[in-house]
């Protein structure tokens, strides 16, 4: 049990701190690459065919884009550990975790293989768009598959309706209003991807206050 516990800590804890821990790095990068990713075209609120925030591994700082993919993914991986370990059951209930894994193993693939320069076509590339798909898709089935495992689960169920409505507005925004909302359209996508594992992993971390509590 105690070792159990641990685990679902620390899923909890990397779940919180993988996609802040992204975010910051990229928004950094972003400042610092600022005149290397306008000369690639990029326009921080308008169109392009810049890939962002993948463009920024191409810069000058580029490796760290790379070990920040990296860094996100392996977290990412602890965090459905920690998801896993936290279930009550097996069957149902461990589908979330295995599709939070995969998406986990699609970040790492983002880190793997470089995004290419607007223009370019590379196996790198391909790879790399593969890799976002992969992590768009494991994380819009994991947001159906937790809100159906929760439904009748107490200490779970608060969170029921906002992982249905991500996956709802993950669709609308891929689909349906891209063409509204042009460049914002990855700012948004980006926000309802990570925003999730931090609260997730906030609830989780209440469920492992003390090796004795419960397991959700």
Known sequence: MENRYHIVRRGALAGIAGPLIF????????????????????????????????????????????????????????????????????GWSRVGPALVFVAGLALLILGFFKTDRPGTESFSGLMHGVGFMLLLLSMLLAFFAFAWTWRRDPHWRGLLWYSLASGVLLIAVFFILSSFLGAFTIYVLLLLLFAWPVVVGARLRTTSSTPDGNMA
């Open 23 to 90: 975010t910051t790095v990229a928004i950094i990068l972003t400042v610092a690459e600022y005149d290397f990713l306008r000369g690639l075209g990029w326009h921080p609120t308008r169109p392009s065919a810049v890939n962002w925030p993948s463009s920024t591994a191409l810069g000058p700082y580029g490796w760290i884009q790379v070990a920040n993919f990296v860094i996100f993914g392996l977290l990412m991986l602890v965090f459905a550990a920690g998801l896993w370990n936290a279930a009550k059951a097996r």
